[in-house]
């Protein structure tokens, strides 16, 4: 006699009730707190940029109800008027002076120039800082880490070693904003073909959030 089918038990009400309400926390917990964290920044930018507005313009002047979002878009608009005047002659010719006094100042200098650095690394669109991911060999070996190319290292770290290395970023979990700077030698670099966004998704999240799985590239010898 052939085997007789298995029938599935039928789930319970508490069961079904159960996995309907894991289904909703799935789907609802994503845009909540997408939604939450996107009013939060815009309130944190209204609170301190709506201040700054002089009231003859600022709507909220002439209307009975605020308008979220306002000082966002006053910070956008300004950041734009800035750029524009600092791209011509005489903004560069200010700033260049604006430089030279705080060049003079032994912290503060620092500071900005470190800033500014920093800042003219992630906006250029020239760099491809952090847009490579790899795996290193930390904190020990056998153990593996995902990390982000920062950049080559051609300065006075590379000529008092042995070995070629590159500046490596290793983000911590789940706050990928901090983290360690590392010089790795090039050899004991295995590059990822997941892109930035997939590697961020998998340091934030502990490993739970998996990137999709890629094709695995041949060996052009083979």
């Known amino acids: 006699m052939p085997d007789k089918l ?3 038990p039928k789930k319970t009400l ?3 009730t159960k996995t ?3 289904t909703g926390l799935v789907v609802a917990s994503p845009v909540g707190i997408t939604i939450y964290l996107a009013l939060a920044f815009i309130d944190l930018i209204d609170r301190n940029v709506k201040p700054l507005i002089p009231a003859i313009y600022n709507p909220e002047t002439y209307l009975p109800f605020p308008l979220p979002g306002l000082g966002l878009v006053f910070l956008f608009l300004m950041l734009t008027f800035l750029g524009f005047f600092a791209a011509n002659y005489l903004g560069k010719t200010l700033i260049r002076i604006g430089e030279r006094i705080l060049n003079r100042m032994p ?3 620092s500071v900005y120039n470190t800033l500014k650095q920093i800042f003219e690394t992630v906006v250029s669109e020239e ?4 847009q490579e991911v790899v795996l290193i060999e930390y904190p020990r070996k056998d153990l593996w880490a995902i990390a982000f190319i920062s950049g080559e290292n051609t300065g006075e770290i590379q ?4 070995k070629d290395v590159i500046n490596v970023f290793l983000p911590t979990t789940p706050n990928p904003t901090s983290g360690f700077l590392l010089f790795v030698p090039k050899k004991d670099i295995i590059r990822l073909d997941m892109s930035p966004d997939e590697g961020a998704k998998y340091v934030i999240s502990a490993g739970l959030v998996d990137p999709s799985v890629l094709p695995v590239k041949k060996d052009e010898k083979s």
Do not use: G
């Not at 760099?127 to 952090?130: A, E, M, P, Q, V």
């Not at 000529?159 to 042995?162: A, D, N, R, V």
């Open 6 to 8: 298995k029938i599935k």
């Open 14 to 16: 508490f069961q079904r």
């Open 20 to 22: 309907y309400f894991l």
């Open 107 to 109: 912290i503060v200098r």
């Open 127 to 130: 760099k491809s800082s952090f």
């Open 159 to 162: 000529s008092k070693l042995p």
